[in-house]
């Protein structure tokens, strides 16, 4: 237990990241979705979801593993056997965050809710389970860390919003 809390810091730690930094980063012309449509005529994955910010998520949570990796050489055996595998863990969990805030966006559309309009929950935990099922291959949480990870994230991401939207980086504040 006395490790639960570095643990639990060094497992996240890619997936905020590159959540983070997909909104920070992001923006620019080119769109996820192409600007195409699903069957319903309905975007794909609608206007802030963009090629930029997805390759900033990536990078952005990928490079965060690296300098975790490099600073706490003995602390991320906790995730993983070394170093290597541990920036491949970063890869992967960043990654699956991307997209697991994509496929959120994707059902968001068919379920014609607007772009920015809040879903309690689905909205703060969505790159949180996209990065827990990429991340698998290396590390599988335990029930009583998942709900921890929920319950942080929702603390975590309902105040990061709110400074992002009171630096003009967001529309809303959630």
Known sequence: MDDLIPRLLLYLAPMYFANSSALVFGGGRTKLDL??????????FGQGKTLRGFVAGVTAGTTASFLLASAFPIQITLITADALGYVSFGFLVSTG???????????KRRAGVEQGKDLF??????????????????????????????IATVIVHRASNFVAF????KKVPW
């Open 121 to 150: 929950l689905v909205d703060q935990l969505d790159f949180i389970a996209g990065g827990i099922l990429f991340g698998l291959a290396y590390y599988t949480p335990t029930l009583a860390e998942i709900g921890v990870i929920a």
């Open 97 to 107: 965050a991307v997209v697991g805030d994509l496929i959120k966006s994707f059902f």
């Open 166 to 169: 009171k630096f003009s980086l």
């Open 35 to 44: 600007g195409r449509t699903f069957l319903d005529g309905k975007p794909l």
